[in-house]
């Protein structure tokens, strides 16, 4: 079955610390993979997303994603957080239907 | 820019009654769907609809319905509200894989 796992439920970080958020997937196919923010209070906004290419894969804000198609995972990353950064992250999997398969989420929380 | 918005941010209304959330897009776009978000269970689809009068069953279909009359208006009814319905309830719209979300709304059911 297809399913998306995001191991970490919350993740606390310092302001200026580097920043990793793992997502891992389940998909028979090539998938498309998306990573979105939710502020708190908020719609969720597109981070980035990757359907083909270049397994490095640039987005807003400062953050990018690795595709490893070895491991099944497409792990978030920022080198150095913000106060700003503090929000939910939810991951994606889909493919060529219309539905998206969505992780639980992370929370992230940024320390002074 | 993509625009998804949603009737209300926030919504209090008492057990058994009839409720409707409405969202609208103005991208033309095709696809639109409905999810709840409850703490620890991420994004539920309820429903989608691929077209003007088309729709899907998502996972937890339960106690909703759908409408789509027009393109741009995709609206979710809660035929009794219940008190397992209190959620927050989020729509979306679809291009080229990547979904567009509303701010969402915090429904309360008493």
């Known amino acids: 079955a297809q399913s998306v796992t995001q191991p970490d439920i919350h993740i606390t970080v310092s302001e200026g610390a580097s920043l990793e958020l793992r997502c891992n997937y389940s998909y028979g196919a090539t998938p498309y993979l998306f990573w979105y923010v939710q502020p708190p209070g908020q719609g969720l906004q597109l981070l980035l997303k990757y359907f083909s290419g270049d397994t490095l894969v640039q987005g807003i804000k400062g953050f990018e994603a690795g595709f490893k198609r070895s491991q099944s995972s497409f792990n978030l990353r920022k080198p150095s957080v913000h106060w700003s950064d503090a929000a939910e992250y939810f991951c994606?999997?889909?493919?060529?239907?219309?539905?998206?398969?969505w992780g639980a989420g992370t929370k992230l929380i940024i320390k002074p | 820019d993509v625009k998804v918005t949603q009737s209300s941010r926030y919504l209090v209304k008492r057990t058994g009654e009839k409720v409707f959330l409405e969202c609208v897009q103005d991208m033309d776009h095709e696809n639109m769907f409905w999810y709840r978000q409850d703490p620890g269970l991420g994004l539920r689809l309820i429903y989608f609809s691929y077209d003007v009068k088309m729709k899907e069953k998502g996972d937890i279909p339960e106690g909703y319905s759908v409408s789509r009359e027009k393109k741009e208006r995709f609206s979710l009814i809660l035929e009794s509200a219940s008190t397992n319905q209190t959620s927050m309830y989020l729509c979306a719209s679809r291009e080229r894989g990547e979904q567009f979300f509303g701010p969402g709304t915090r429904l309360t059911v008493l």
């Open positions: 994606a999997v889909g493919g060529s239907n219309y539905q998206l398969i």
